[in-house]
């Protein structure tokens, strides 16, 4: 006889949730966890379904439990992504509610976690053709997603900075391209002359400053989702900061980002828009000019950070400390993202 999904649920897992979500004030004695499962993906991130019933006479609600595991990829805060989250509630943005954190290490989902809503529609993945296709239909007809895309990162980098300041790191430039530095050195295996010339490449070319804003630090389709021709959610903001709004920019420029891993991807930028077209409505809407030198320099750096991200996945994956096998895959896309860094140095 099959069991009930309720006497499937982990009951260590769901008192944690319930725990967290009554200290927020958003479950109370009556509530009760109905359904709980993790869902698939997530590397620095593990992400679990629920459903919650509050004893309310309006049935289930649905969340997302979003937890830091022991060993992650990224070694980021929990905490900030959460304060970022708080911050955009009342945010012209399609971002979920939360419902609260629970900041220690030692839990059931074995690090921290937080619970958000769950919103409607679905994740595209630009390495999928299917997908592809369906952006592409969006540009050749309503733009609706396109349209969003940019109209969404204009509105996050209008968020007032000095808010956004309290729930996120600000970094400068020097900083972050220091990070991603740092890390790359750090997790390397090998070195890489071409990473080693794309590093001196960018300190060369530090753009002058702008006003800074909230950075979304990983804008693009793949953190977004999509439901009926529109953007219903932006998600992942673990890489956030207060910093060059151009970053968001450059990094949504990247091919990897249009699709391209082993094979070439969409010619449209983000497999979402054209370049120009997206560049120009950014630049009307937000009154930040679009420099495409700029745009070229941060989209080397964005590289860069992908570059130590991805080596950080087959350090820990050669070592032996995860036995992801998706760790070891991001080697695949290294060759690509070489290639994208000599034709942006002009080589």
Not at 267 to 291: K, Q
Request: glycine share 8%; net charge negative; proline share 6%.
């Amino acid at each position: 006889m099959a069991r009930s999904s309720e006497e499937q649920i982990d009951a260590a897992k769901a008192d944690a949730l319930l725990a967290t979500m009554r200290a927020a004030g958003s479950a109370d004695a009556s509530s009760r966890v109905t359904y709980l499962e993790q869902l698939e993906g997530g590397w620095s991130r593990h992400s679990y379904a629920a459903r919650v019933d509050h004893g309310d006479g309006e049935g289930e609600r649905a969340y997302i439990l979003r937890a830091r595991p022991a060993g992650s990829l990224l070694d980021t805060d929990l905490g900030e992504e959460f304060r970022t989250y708080a911050l955009l509630v009342d945010a012209p943005l399609p971002t979920p509610g939360v419902h609260g954190f629970e900041p220690s290490g030692d839990t059931p989902f074995t690090g921290p976690f937080f619970v958000m809503d769950r919103l409607d529609g679905h994740a595209v993945n630009v390495w999928r053709r299917p997908d592809r296709d369906e952006l592409a239909r969006d540009w050749d007809g309503p733009r609706g997603v396109a349209s969003d895309l940019v109209d969404n990162l204009v509105a996050i980098h209008a968020i007032d900075p000095l808010a956004a300041s309290a729930a996120v790191t600000p970094r400068t430039f020097r900083e972050t391209v220091d990070r991603w530095d740092g890390i790359y050195h750090e997790m390397a295996l090998v070195a890489d002359p071409v990473v080693e010339e794309a590093y001196a490449w960018i300190r060369e070319r530090e753009p002058d400053p702008v006003a800074p804003a909230l950075v979304h630090g990983d804008y693009r389709i793949g953190n977004c989702l999509i439901d009926g021709g529109r953007v219903t959610g932006i998600l992942d903001w673990e890489l956030s900061s207060v910093g060059d709004p151009r970053f968001d920019l450059g990094y949504m420029a990247l091919d990897y980002q249009a699709g391209k891993f082993t094979t070439p991807g969409s010619s449209l930028l983000n497999a979402t828009a054209d370049r120009a077209w997206f560049h120009e409505r950014y630049a009307r809407r937000s009154g930040r000019p679009v420099d495409p030198e700029v745009v070229r320099t941060y989209t080397a750096l964005g590289a860069l950070m992908l570059f130590a991200i991805m080596t950080t996945g087959v350090n820990v994956y050669a070592k032996g400390e995860t036995t992801d096998v998706r760790m070891a895959w991001g080697r695949f896309a290294l060759p690509g993202l070489r290639q994208d860094l000599a034709r942006l140095m002009d080589w």
